[in-house]
T-cell receptor
Framework: NAGVTQTPKFQVLKTGQSMTLQCAQD?????MYWYRQDPGMGLRLIYY???????DKGEVPNGYNVSRLNKREFSLRLESAAPSQTSVYFC??????????????FGEGSRLTVL | GNSVTQMEGPVTLSEEAFLTINCTYT??????LFWYVQYPGEGLQLLLK?????DKGSNKGFEATYRKETTSFHLEKGSVQVSDSAVYFC???????????FGTGTKLQVIP
C-alpha cells in the first residue's frame, strides 16, 4: 500500500542546474499538489492540479514548472536551480470535487539542497 | 484571503503533562479545519478534523473543537507521551476552494 511516492528523497544541485522531482499516487485521486516546507514558514503551495489535464499556480510558483503526466503522476521541475529553492518538497494528493473533504495524503518528502 | 495562525514553538513538556497548541484562522467562507502531524523524517498525516462549528475532532487522545465565535481550533491532549514528539500543523480548507492553507507548525518535544 504505497500511497504517495516521491523520488528522489535527497538531491544536491549546483546553482543553475535543472532537475525534476517525481511523484506518483496509487489512490486514484484526482487532485495533486506540490508544497515546499521551510523553517518558520510552514507549508506553502507551489502548484496544484485539480484534475488530470489541469494545473494551477499556488502561492510560490516562481522558478518552478509542473506536469500532470496522467492521473497518477505529477512532476515538479526546477529549470535553473537557485539557493533560495533549498527546501523540503512534499507531494500530496486528495479527492476532488464533492468528495474533497480537504484531507491530503502526503509523500515522505524530497530534501533538495542548492549550492 | 485565508490564513492560519498557530503558536510558535518549540513546546517542551514532561511526559503526562497537559498539552494545548493554539490555532486561530481567518477565512472568507465556512471552512473545514484540520490538525496534521509530522513525525521526524516523515510526511504529514491527518490527525483530526472538524467540518462545521461546534464539531469536535478527536484521535489518539488528541481533541480540538471548532469554535466559530472565536475562529479557533486549539489542539489538546490530557497526557502527552514521548511518542507524541512531532510537529503539529493547523490547516483549513475553505469550502469552495481546492487549496488547503497551513499554519507554520508547532514543534512539540516531550521529555521523559
Amino acid at each position: 500500500n504505497a500511497g504517495v511516492t516521491q523520488t528522489p528523497k535527497f538531491q544536491v544541485l549546483k546553482t543553475g542546474q535543472s532537475m525534476t522531482l517525481q511523484c506518483a499516487q496509487d489512490m486514484n485521486h484526482n487532485s495533486m499538489y506540490w508544497y515546499r516546507q521551510d523553517p518558520g514558514m510552514g507549508l506553502r503551495l507551489i502548484y496544484y492540479s485539480a484534475s488530470e489535464g489541469t494545473t494551477d499556480k499556488g502561492e510560490v510558483p516562481n522558478g518552478y514548472n509542473v506536469s500532470r503526466l496522467n492521473k497518477r503522476e505529477f512532476s515538479l521541475r526546477l529549470e535553473s536551480a537557485a539557493p533560495s529553492q533549498t527546501s523540503v518538497y512534499f507531494c500530496a494528493s486528495s479527492e476532488a470535487g464533492t468528495l474533497n473533504t480537504g484531507e491530503l495524503f502526503f509523500g515522505e518528502g524530497s530534501r533538495l539542497t542548492v549550492l | 484571503g485565508n490564513s492560519v495562525t498557530q503558536m510558535e514553538g518549540p513546546v517542551t513538556l514532561s511526559e503526562e503533562a497537559f498539552l494545548t497548541i493554539n490555532c486561530t484562522y481567518t477565512a472568507t467562507g465556512y471552512p473545514s479545519l484540520f490538525w496534521y502531524v509530522q513525525y521526524p523524517g516523515e510526511g504529514l498525516q491527518l490527525l483530526l478534523k472538524a467540518t462545521k462549528a461546534d464539531d469536535k475532532g478527536s484521535n489518539k487522545g488528541f481533541e480540538a473543537t471548532y469554535r466559530k465565535e472565536t475562529t479557533s481550533f486549539h489542539l489538546e491532549k490530557g497526557s502527552v507521551q514521548v511518542s507524541d514528539s512531532a510537529v503539529y500543523f493547523c490547516a483549513l480548507k475553505d469550502g469552495g476552494y481546492q487549496k488547503v492553507t497551513f499554519g507554520t507548525g508547532t514543534k512539540l518535544q516531550v521529555i521523559p
